[in-house]
C-alpha cells in the first residue's frame, strides 16, 4: 500500500470522527442514536474504493477501542464495542468494502443513482441489520423489534446515502480510484 492510500485511510478515519461532533439525535425507544457517521462509512467506500476504504474503519474502529472520543457525547473505549451500538460499528468496514468493491467495479460507468443504491444495499440495509440484530441479542429483546426500532434510521440513512454518492460524484477527479482509472 502507498503512503498517498494510508494517508486518505487515516484522513477519512478522521472524517468520520469529525462527523461525531454533529449532535446526535436519541430516539428514546431504541439505545442508538441517529448519527452523521455513516455518511462518513458511505463516503469512504464510494471515493476510496474497497481496500482503502475499509482500512479507513478499520483505523477508526481501533480509535475507539484505545479510547479515543470519536463517538457522539465524546464516547469511546471496549465497552462501547460491546455494547447496543457494537453491531452497527462493527458493520461499518464490511459496509464500506463491499460499498467500495462495487464502486471500483462501476468506476469507468459511474452515475449518482448507481451509487445511491449502492449506498442503499450495503450502507442502509446491510449496516441496520447487522446493527439490529446485535442490539436485539445484547438487549436480550426479539430481532424483530430491534429491526422495527431501526427502521426509524431508514430516512435520515437515505438522506446520507444520496448524499455520499452526490459528493463522490462531485469530487470524483480527486479520488484514487481515478487514480488506478489513469494507470
Same mark, same amino acid.
Given at each position: 500500500?502507498?503512503?498517498?492510500?494510508?494517508?486518505?485511510?487515516?484522513?477519512?478515519?478522521?472524517?468520520?470522527?469529525?462527523?461525531?461532533?454533529?449532535?446526535?439525535?436519541?430516539?428514546?425507544?431504541?439505545?442508538?442514536?441517529?448519527?452523521?457517521?455513516?455518511?462518513?462509512?458511505?463516503?469512504?467506500?464510494?471515493?476510496?474504493?474497497?481496500?482503502?476504504?475499509?482500512?479507513?474503519?478499520?483505523?477508526?474502529?481501533?480509535?475507539?477501542?484505545?479510547?479515543? &472520543? #470519536?463517538?457522539? $457525547?465524546?464516547? /469511546?473505549?471496549? @465497552?462501547? !464495542?460491546? *455494547?447496543?451500538?457494537?453491531?452497527? =460499528? +462493527?458493520?461499518?468496514?464490511?459496509?464500506?468494502?463491499?460499498?467500495?468493491?462495487?464502486?471500483?467495479?462501476?468506476?469507468?460507468?459511474?452515475?449518482?443513482?448507481?451509487?445511491?443504491?449502492?449506498?442503499?444495499?450495503?450502507?442502509?440495509?446491510?449496516?441496520?441489520?447487522?446493527?439490529?440484530?446485535?442490539?436485539?441479542?445484547?438487549?436480550?429483546? &426479539? #430481532?424483530?423489534? $430491534?429491526?422495527? /426500532?431501526?427502521? @426509524?434510521? !431508514?430516512? *435520515?440513512?437515505?438522506?446520507?446515502? =444520496? +448524499?455520499?454518492?452526490?459528493?463522490?460524484?462531485?469530487?470524483?477527479?480527486?479520488?484514487?480510484?481515478?487514480?488506478?482509472?489513469?494507470?
Amino acid at each position: 500500500m502507498r503512503t498517498k492510500e494510508l494517508v486518505y485511510a487515516a484522513l477519512f478515519a478522521a472524517l468520520i470522527a469529525v462527523l461525531a461532533l454533529i449532535p446526535p439525535v436519541s430516539l428514546g425507544f431504541i439505545p442508538v442514536p441517529v448519527t452523521a457517521q455513516t455518511l462518513g462509512v458511505m463516503l469512504a467506500g464510494c471515493f476510496l474504493g474497497w481496500r482503502i476504504g475499509a482500512l479507513s474503519l478499520v483505523i477508526f474502529l481501533i480509535l475507539i477501542a484505545i479510547g479515543l &472520543p #470519536v463517538l457522539p $457525547g465524546g464516547r /469511546g473505549g471496549l @465497552a462501547v !464495542l460491546a *455494547g447496543p451500538t457494537a453491531g452497527y =460499528l +462493527l458493520s461499518w468496514p464490511l459496509a464500506a468494502g463491499l460499498i467500495g468493491w462495487y464502486a471500483e467495479a462501476l468506476w469507468l460507468k459511474v452515475r449518482t443513482w448507481k451509487l445511491f443504491t449502492v449506498n442503499l444495499i450495503f450502507g442502509v440495509l446491510l449496516v441496520n441489520l447487522i446493527g439490529a440484530t446485535s442490539m436485539a441479542w445484547i438487549m436480550h429483546t &426479539p #430481532v424483530w423489534t $430491534g429491526l422495527a /426500532g431501526s427502521a @426509524a434510521f !431508514l430516512p *435520515g440513512d437515505l438522506i446520507k446515502a =444520496l +448524499l455520499a454518492a452526490v459528493i463522490t460524484m462531485q469530487l470524483r477527479p480527486l479520488s484514487p480510484l481515478e487514480d488506478k482509472r489513469r494507470g
